[in-house]
């Protein structure tokens, strides 16, 4: 079972940045394909960013495409989701999850066997 641990959410102003962490207890072919997906209170899961740890390859979806960068650090074993020019309507849970490269780009959450807990994002207008 491959553990993910999120941290570095918080609040800010709109406008401002903040950077997710996701360390991945190991990368294996079922967790080569790192996810973020993020919920606000009523509404699904949305995806919002991956990353395929063997091309490498990223995914962005349209609402962040410009705004927010997935990265990685081998050494760290960590996936970073770099957010600028954060919105209110970015406010959410945001949880970072991992399956087979295949899940990349798909953002079906229930495609995705690895979850962390969650960091909370909270942007004021």
């Known amino acids: 079972q491959v553990q993910l641990v999120e941290s570095g959410g918080g609040s800010v102003q709109a406008g401002g940045s903040l950077r997710l962490s996701c360390v991945v207890s190991?990368?294996?072919?079922?967790?080569?394909?790192v996810t973020w997906f993020r919920r606000t209170p009523g509404k699904d899961l949305e995806g919002v960013a991956a990353l395929y740890i063997g091309g490498p390859r990223t995914y962005y979806a349209n609402s962040v495409k410009g705004r927010f960068t997935i990265s990685r650090d081998n050494a760290k074993n960590a996936v970073y989701l770099q957010m600028n020019d954060l919105q209110a309507e970015d406010t959410a849970m945001y949880y970072c999850?991992?399956?087979?490269?295949?899940?990349?780009?798909?953002?079906?959450?229930?495609?995705?066997?690895?979850w962390g807990q969650g960091t909370q994002v909270t942007v004021s207008s």
């Open positions: 999850a991992a399956d087979e490269w295949l899940r990349c780009g798909t953002y079906f959450p229930d495609d995705f066997h690895s």
């Open positions: 190991r990368f294996t072919d079922s967790s080569e394909c």
